[in-house]
């Protein structure tokens, strides 16, 4: 009798709980911001589903396409407004001239999502190189514009970014610590004649102590296992190159603005071999798991709080993509690479100067206020980043999830198997874990 | 009573046309298509006003942003279904590697058109850059990709082009006759050591004699400038041997590359300084300044005369800035996609081009092409003689040219045209234009 009086329960309870998940969202809409590269698309639930949503998300990148990102999809399925945006250097990172304005392509999005009826409270979602981007703007909407203009910036933001709408919570989602951070991480080290290269168009030389694919320093494929002493080496090195770098472009900026370069305004900046070097890419003991216990979304659902969170990710990078144009190299200008792809260290991984850069998530996250939610992809290599922004991160409401097995675009992750072993399903649920648990942590404070 | 019936009927005619032009559209709707960068918005017309569309109209440039062109208002306000897009390159000209893969993206959309319940047509809108996009596309969709593999090409396209799916239609808006064209009348022919440049990174050295904002040249800083025949000559034949130059660097290194020689296994920067803005038709208006033979012209008051020569109200639009400056005067490329969407053969820039050395030529594309073509061009601009020019090589037995008064490129009214002050002269330049595209579009599908 009583299994009878449930089951319809249970029947009705599954299907709305199924209906609220499937809902048919209308069309996106299309948006046109200015200047004309900057655009969007607006993701609403279906009405009958959810008449009046009063929570939008709003995710954005530096150069990629986000006008059809996950979180548009996963979003409205949820009953929140998502709009995805590109900025003016979509598809373009050497347009970023400086990165600091795709902010006010960002101001213009919360601004669009708060005119929308009913629509009170507005989330940013920063996803990989849109946690910087919504670092920024928030720290920057906060605290204005002085925060970006500190002398030890690289690159200072111009007086007309102020008076930014603050968001009401930042969600960052398989972020990282930064672009400059990432090509910091990235750059082949082994590469000794930046001056010849870039003064006088020279092929790149290599010091071959410090290649990442020389197997005498330890390099054998999906089982590279450097020694402590090479990664020191290795990581100082990319650090000193950087450091090079930064210091050529800043003298050639001198240049530029003193009027004496060969030409005006900007000027070409192009890097071989500035990218596919990242070690932990190849020696998956490199930034392998958070560093204190986490919680961990399982598969099943349930949440794990008891320890650290492992990364799972595969061996996923091509030797022979450093030497290639299209991979390994960075087709910069001196303004975008300044601003952009630029950052100084002495050692790319324990020991980098976070506030010489605006585009570092973890320099703005310390002065952010708002309720900030940190979920990391355990298929990816950002685990540990996704930690040190948690951990820096200066809102009192934050929390940090992380999502088994889900790669960097939120999808089951079916190259994350033990060698040899074909995909089992062991991941299926990675996107509705993950999105379940995000539009729960809006809804619970919003 | 008569007079008051035909009062009643104008009304009502008016009150029609008022409801068509103004009528609500609904809010454009967001498009993805693959890869990610290439993307879309279709703009339908009000369902009330216009409840069975028949005719979907494409349009889509190289590098620019086509989902809010001025066109999808305007032809769905006409009752014409419309679909900007941006292709894999938009926003990134480098990209484009090579610019006959955008053909893969145009070919998208012109099979999402075709599933939408009721089109039956669907034409080509081709602006600026978008006039050897679509007329290549429609080239190679009519007559394979033998076409654009000959010999001659300096890229030749993949066989991926196979079986494209031919449009309807082709209206070329203020196209141009390609951007290896383009690029080759836009080059500094003053610069004498590109290989210098490009092997060691040197800064441009310059002839004076070749200077186009040198005074001494016929160049006027206050004004129109009145550059000699000679020189014309020698700049126009000087554009073509860097062109040529330029093209001879970027086949040996790819040379290379295929040899496996080259420093990078598969391309690599090819970075042009002076390489825009040098176009000497912006700074001398007695350069193409107008159609050689009389051509139809769409005057403000919305009548076409057609009678006449019809020549080009376009005021100067150059300064030695625009040249010296990175971001305007540089051409920020790769060998491939310097190839195959920037270079071109000629041995004078104006008059002696090889236009079927590029896929991107829409003098050479439009040969090739059978179905219906409408060219116009804008009367403030200076793609007036260009669009003259494959108007005269197009192949289609259905051509039709004309010439909207007073129009900048974009359509709008030239305010720049008018000396001592812009009087509102051109203000119907968009209505009247897409008046005219809408009739020849509904006259014939």
């Known amino acids: 009798m009583r299994h009878l009086r449930l089951g319809p329960v249970f029947v009705s309870l599954l299907t709305i709980f199924t209906a609220s998940v499937y809902a048919n969202q209308p069309p996106p809409q299309f948006i046109q911001f200015e200047p004309s590269a900057t655009m969007g698309a607006l993701y609403m639930p ?128 398989d972020a990282h610590l930064g672009n400059g951070i990432n090509a910091v991480r990235s750059l082949n080290p082994a590469v000794i004649n930046d001056e010849e290269i870039l003064n006088q168009g020279a092929a790149p030389r290599l010091n071959p102590r410090l290649d990442p694919f020389n197997p005498e320093n330890g390099y054998n494929g999906a089982n590279t296992s450097y020694s402590d002493e090479f990664i020191e080496s290795y990581l100082e090195a990319q650090s000193a190159r950087m450091n090079k770098l930064i210091d050529i472009a800043l003298d050639r900026r001198e240049q530029v603005e003193a009027g004496t370069y060969s030409s005006k305004g900007d000027a070409a900046f192009i890097i071989p071999m500035a990218d596919i070097s990242r070690l932990m890419r190849i020696d ?31 061996f996923d990078i091509d030797p022979d993509g450093s030497e290639e144009f299209w991979e390994g190299t960075r087709m910069l ?114 | 009573m008569k007079f008051q019936l035909i009062k009643l009927i104008l009304v009502l005619v008016n009150l029609l046309l008022f409801v068509n032009l103004k009528a609500d559209t609904p809010p454009p709707e967001f498009i993805q298509f693959s890869p990610s960068a290439a993307m879309g918005a279709l703009y339908r017309p009000d369902p009330d006003v216009y409840p069975s569309p028949h005719i979907a109209t494409l349009n889509m440039h190289r590098t620019a942003n086509r989902l809010s062109h001025i066109s999808m208002r305007n032809m769905a306000q006409r009752g014409f279904l419309i679909l900007g897009m941006n292709p894999v390159c938009h926003n990134n000209e480098a990209l484009c590697t090579p610019w006959e893969n955008n053909a893969l993206v145009v070919k998208q959309g012109i099979e999402y058109l075709r599933t939408i319940p009721g089109i039956t047509k669907v034409i080509l809108l081709g602006g600026s850059g978008g006039g050897p996009t679509m007329s290549f596309y429609q080239a190679v969709a009519e007559n394979g990709v033998a076409f654009c593999q000959q010999t001659q090409k300096l890229t030749k396209c993949s066989d991926q082009l196979a079986d494209l799916p031919a449009a309807d239609g082709v209206v070329f808006r203020d196209a141009h006759l390609g951007n290896g064209a383009n690029a080759l009348r836009s080059l500094n022919p003053a610069v004498i050591n590109d290989e210098e440049i490009m092997n060691d990174n040197a800064p441009p050295r310059f002839d004076p004699r070749l200077d186009p904002f040198n005074p001494d040249n016929g160049y006027n800083p206050d004004g129109v400038s009145d550059y000699s ?166 192949a289609s037995k259905d051509k039709d040219f004309i010439v909207l008064e007073g129009a900048v490129h974009g359509i709008t009214p030239c305010e720049a045209c008018v000396p001592g002050g812009y009087d509102g002269r051109y203000d119907n330049s968009v209505k009247n234009y897409y008046d005219y595209v809408a009739k020849w579009i509904n006259e014939r599908f």
């Not at chain 1, 986490?294 to 650290?308: A, F, Q, R, V, Y």
Request: glycine content about 6%; aromatic content about 8%.
């Open chain 1, 284 to 314: 998956r003991s490199i930034d392998h798991s958070t560093v204190n216990p986490h919680k961990l979304i399982k598969n099943n659902g349930s949440i794990e709080d008891c320890c650290k969170v492992e990364s799972v990710r595969p």
């Open chain 2, 229 to 394: 025949d000679d020189f014309k000559e020698t700049y126009f034949r000087a554009q073509s041997e860097r062109m040529n130059r330029l093209i001879d660097i970027a086949e040996g290194r790819l040379q290379q590359i295929q040899s496996g020689t080259y420093k990078y296994p598969d391309d690599d920067a090819f970075v042009i300084p002076n390489g825009d803005g040098s176009r000497l038709m912006r700074l001398d208006l007695n350069i193409d300044h107008s159609t050689l033979k009389p051509r139809k012209f769409l005057k403000n008051d919305g009548t076409i005369e057609d009678c006449c020569i019809v020549s080009s109200v376009r005021p100067v639009s150059l300064t030695p800035q625009s040249n010296q400056r990175f971001w305007s005067g540089t051409r920020m490329l790769t060998l491939r996609s310097f190839l195959s969407t920037r270079a071109i053969r000629s041995t004078h820039a104006m008059t002696e081009i090889n236009y079927c050395s590029s896929n991107n030529s829409t003098v050479c594309n439009v040969q090739k092409i059978s179905v219906p073509v409408l060219i116009t061009a804008m009367g403030g601009h200076y793609f007036l003689r260009n669009s003259e020019i494959f108007y005269e090589a197009a």
């Open chain 1, 333 to 446: 200008s001196l303004k975008s690479f300044l601003s952009v792809r630029a950052i100084r260290s002495k050692n790319s991984m324990t020991d980098i100067d976070y506030c010489s850069s605006n585009n570092s998530t973890l320099c703005m996250v310390q002065f952010i206020s708002v309720p900030v939610l940190v979920s990391a992809m355990t298929g990816h290599y950002f685990v540990r980043n996704s930690e040190l922004i948690y951990d820096f991160t200066a809102s009192k409401d934050k929390d940090f999830i992380a999502v088994e097995g889900a790669t960097h675009g939120g999808n089951p992750c079916t190259a994350c198997m033990p060698e040899g072993d074909a995909y089992d399903g062991r991941y299926d649920n990675a996107v509705k874990n993950d999105f379940d648990y995000l539009s729960q942590w809006i809804n619970e404070r919003f």
């Open chain 1, 46 to 173: 279906d009405p009958d589903k959810f008449p009046n949503p009063h929570v939008a998300t709003l995710a954005m990148h530096r150069d990629s396409n986000f006008m059809s990102h996950i979180s548009t999809q996963e979003m409205p399925k949820r009953g929140i407004v998502a709009l995805g945006m590109n900025p003016r250097c979509q598809n373009n990172e050497a347009l970023c001239t400086p990165w600091e304005h795709n902010s006010l392509d960002v101001k213009q999005g919360v601004e669009l999502l708060r005119s929308l009826p009913g629509i009170d409270t507005v989330i940013l979602i920063g996803h990989s190189g849109g946690g910087p981007t919504m670092a920024f703007y928030q720290a920057i909407a906060e605290n204005g514009n002085q925060l970006c203009q500190a002398p030890e910036r690289l690159t200072k933001c111009p007086d007309y970014i102020r008076d930014l709408p603050p968001a009401d919570g930042v969600i960052f989602w």
